[in-house]
Nanobody, 125 residues
Framework: EVHLVESGGGLVQPGGSLTLSCAAS????????IGWFRQAPGKEREGVSS????????YYADSVKGRFTISSDNAKNTIYLQMNSLKPEDTGVYYC??????????????????WGQGTQVTVSS
């Protein structure tokens, strides 16, 4: 039902910026939660940011606070992750996700039932 396609990843130098986009279809932004997660090789998936669309409550992992911004555009059915001041430790495959639960956050990844295919972000000099 829900289809998510990430784009915008690539290679960037430390300190640089990238904006990830997630084209969404098959759901309404009203009453859902959206999130961004990432996973590096050999490491477990970690939550980056999430937002409860109905209540507009946003969460960020401590590691990205002040550097990343999650947003969405209802008219364009697109979810964004603006990443600034990128660090090598930000390297990984980034996934957007959608939950039909309005209570899902980056701390509850199992509540996100729909996931994109992921886009690679590599931060290296």
């Amino acid at each position: 039902e829900v289809h998510l396609v990430e784009s915008g990843g690539g290679l960037v130098q430390p300190g640089g910026s990238l904006t990830l986009s997630c084209a969404a279809s098959g759901f309404s932004f009203d009453g859902y939660s959206i999130g961004w997660f990432r996973q590096a090789p050999g490491k477990e998936r970690e939550g980056v940011s999430s937002r409860r669309l109905r209540g507009g409550i946003t969460y960020y992992a401590d590691s990205v606070k002040g550097r990343f911004t999650i947003s969405s555009d209802n008219a364009k059915n697109t979810i964004y992750l603006q990443m600034n001041s990128l660090k090598p430790e930000d390297t990984g495959v980034y996934y957007c996700a959608v939950s039909s639960s309005g209570w899902a956050t980056l701390f509850t990844p199992d509540l996100f039932a729909s996931w994109g295919q992921g886009t690679q972000v590599t931060v290296s000099s």
